[in-house]
């Protein structure tokens, strides 16, 4: 499954970037139902609702306000991206995610349009609804 998304904030980059500089932050975008836990080699396992595996995802790559890469594995594999820009005075999130579910390869397209790509986008939006409810000074720095 293959998420892109292009989001603009009335936010600086320093407002929303923290959401993203470890995937154990992650939680704070959508309210996970258990605590993030953090795993050998810089792992982190993520429990989402209504799914029943966590993600284990680890960045790869962090750039400063600039951009943020992480990978997937156990259950879930994949990639995933976001980049931060500013225009007209406005923080542009742009990125993508590619996730599907492993061992599962002659169910995933069907296991991927029935269950993960409704979740997936929900959760995603939940997120972006949190980032702008956001105030300065709140504790997300």
Avoid: Q
């Amino acid at each position: 499954m293959y998420l892109h998304f292009r989001e603009e904030f009335d936010l600086p980059i320093s407002d929303i970037f923290p959401y993203f500089r470890s995937p154990s932050e992650w939680a704070k975008l959508y309210g996970a139902v258990k605590p993030t836990r953090l795993l050998k080699d810089d792992w982190h396992a993520i429990p989402l609702k209504k799914v029943p595996f966590p993600l284990l995802a680890k960045n790869v790559e962090c750039n400063h306000h600039e951009s943020v890469r992480w990978i997937f594995g156990g259950f879930w594999r994949g990639v995933g991206e976001v980049n931060f820009s500013s225009e007209n005075g406005r923080t542009i999130v742009e990125g993508f995610e590619y996730i599907t579910p492993h061992g599962a390869w002659f169910l995933s397209s069907f296991i991927e349009k029935r269950f993960m790509e409704k979740e997936f986008a929900r959760i995603w939006n939940l997120g972006w609804k949190r980032i702008r409810k956001n105030k300065k000074g709140d504790n997300h720095g």
